[in-house]
């Protein structure tokens, strides 16, 4: 049986790597096999792209350059990990994925919405998350979070607010346009909030995925909550 593809997507500081544990150590309680990953990065290929992308050293960096070199890392992604841990039924968890180009190269950079789509569609492979997660917060909350681990912080995170503000604009009008795979978190509050809602929302897609396993992800979200 085919896997559960989650995507975590979000405006930075949105905590989409904090959830993206939390579910794996949930799943993993339920006996599933799980692979976290994220993006730009996730093979060994794509670590050496993010690197290039995220970079104090590439501030002059073209934003069709960015569109492509995401793109590059995303293909490795998908062909190496992603599909091949699908197809053997793990579930995979990734921070970010193909949503994040639309939001962050189309409208953030200002890139044509077709080109960035016609990447995609080359970069994925047609492959689509079952239930992506969008961890919305105010773009100032979010970077002041993010800002105050200046270790993680990255060349993206200091654009200026209005990029952040357009960013964060997309993915709400993306989720908006497809609520039958999107669900809106409201990141802002505590970590036990944010992660309540996160469990009745990956509860209910996984009840329309696979009704047959409804009651082990509901058994388990008691049991966490």
């Not at 996730?42 to 690197?51: A, D, L, Q, Y």
């Not at 921070?95 to 569609?121: E, K, L, M």
């Not at 002041?144 to 681990?149: G, M, T």
Request: glycine share 8%; charged share 25%.
């Amino acid at each position: 049986m085919r896997g559960i593809f989650i995507a975590l997507e979000g405006t930075e500081g949105s905590g989409k790597s904090t959830i993206a544990k939390r579910l794996a150590e949930s799943f993993r309680g339920q006996g599933r096999d799980v692979i976290v990953t994220r993006e730009p990065g996730g093979t060994e290929i794509g670590e050496r792209i993010r690197r290039v992308l995220l970079g104090a050293g590439s501030s002059g960096m073209l934003a069709e350059t960015e569109l492509l070199l995401f793109a590059a890392a995303r293909a490795q992604h998908v062909g190496e990990l992603i599909r091949p841990a699908l197809d053997r039924g793990s579930f995979v968890i990734a921070d970010r994925f193909s949503d994040s180009s639309i939001a962050y190269q189309a409208a953030g950079r200002g890139v044509p919405i077709q080109s960035v789509a016609a990447v995609q569609r080359i970069a994925t492979d047609g492959l689509e998350p079952d239930l992506k997660l969008l961890l919305d917060l105010p773009v100032a909350v979010g970077l002041q979070r993010r800002l105050a681990f200046g270790n993680e912080s990255n060349r993206i995170d200091t654009e200026a607010l209005r990029f952040h503000t357009r960013v964060r604009n997309a993915y709400l009008s993306l989720a908006v346009a497809e609520p039958q795979r999107w669900r809106i978190i409201d990141a802002s509050g505590t970590e036990a909030e944010v992660w309540k809602d996160v469990q009745e929302s990956v509860t209910v897609a996984i009840r329309v995925k696979r009704p047959d396993e409804f009651s082990v992800c509901q058994d388990d979200h008691r049991r966490l909550s």
